[in-house]
């Protein structure tokens, strides 16, 4: 609002970025526009964006550009998608979001197959000191989560952004554990970064998860860190077959106990 109460819409305030692009990636564009402009003070929580046609018809470009740029933006935490009424910059934005890696990564546009090896090398440490930490109690959080899960997955028609939250909740759980608030805040910034980055490889909710998290959990009641270190590499290599994120097809490196090694998908 203006100093008088009047609404400002938010495509007055876009009006002169708004212009024909040549950019090789809009939604990177749209992406770092909204982020500029919430830095800068130029857009403040509640404030409503432009529609996604308009969006599309000032800057030239297909609206699937611009709807990317809203589902990553989405993903982030960084707007609210309200049907009915439009976009609107969210009430309440992470730390996450504004977090300067986390956005450098994003805009750089990683490969499935980077995004990959990434969370199969912090999942499989966070998962090895969450076991060298575990207290009473600890594993029946996990199972807690992982029971929403379940009973998301048995639904006729899952709801994909349920799924991906439960997902993540999971993750953070587990993280959580290791009860080192360092580890806990690069893990929340990484898991955001994949599956924003991740959204147009995502073909449909994703399937096994419950099956997967449940061998990590039963992997981490034994100690064993090989195996716990396997369930999470079996893990994320399920999810990438079945969202058909194979990257350049090359087989992503499995930690072991002395590092990394390749093992055959």
Do not use: C
């Amino acid at each position: 609002m203006d100093p008088n109460g009047k609404v400002i819409e938010m495509s007055d305030k876009f009006a002169p970025l708004l212009k024909p692009l040549d950019k090789t990636s809009v939604s990177g564009y749209v992406t770092d526009l909204v982020m500029d402009y919430l830095l800068q003070g130029k857009l403040k929580p509640g404030d409503k964006l432009p529609t996604e046609h308009d969006f599309a018809e000032r800057l030239g470009v297909g609206r699937n550009s611009i709807r990317e740029a809203m589902k990553m933006l989405s993903s982030l935490g960084v707007i609210e998608i309200m049907r009915g009424e439009g976009t609107f910059i969210a009430r309440e934005i992470s730390d996450v979001a504004m977090n300067p890696l986390v956005m450098q990564l994003l805009f750089s546009k990683q490969t499935p197959r980077n995004l990959i090896e990434l969370r199969i090398m912090l999942d499989s440490a966070i998962a090895e000191l969450a076991v060298r930490k575990l207290q009473p109690g600890d594993l029946d959080a996990l199972n807690g989560v992982n029971r929403k899960l379940f009973a998301e997955e048995q639904k006729r028609s899952p709801d994909e952004s349920t799924m991906t939250e439960l997902d993540m909740e999971f993750h953070r759980a587990i993280a959580a554990i290791t009860r080192n608030e360092l580890v806990m805040k690069l893990s929340d910034s990484i898991y955001k970064l994949f599956f924003a980055s991740m959204q147009d490889s995502l073909h449909e909710p994703p399937s096994g998860a419950f099956r997967n998290h449940q061998l990590i959990i039963d992997a981490m009641a034994t100690g064993d860190l090989e195996r716990v270190r396997q369930a999470v590499y079996d893990s994320l290599h399920h999810w990438r077959r079945t969202q058909g994120a194979e990257g350049d097809g090359k087989t992503p490196e499995q930690p072991t106990s002395h590092g990394v090694a390749s093992a055959p998908l």
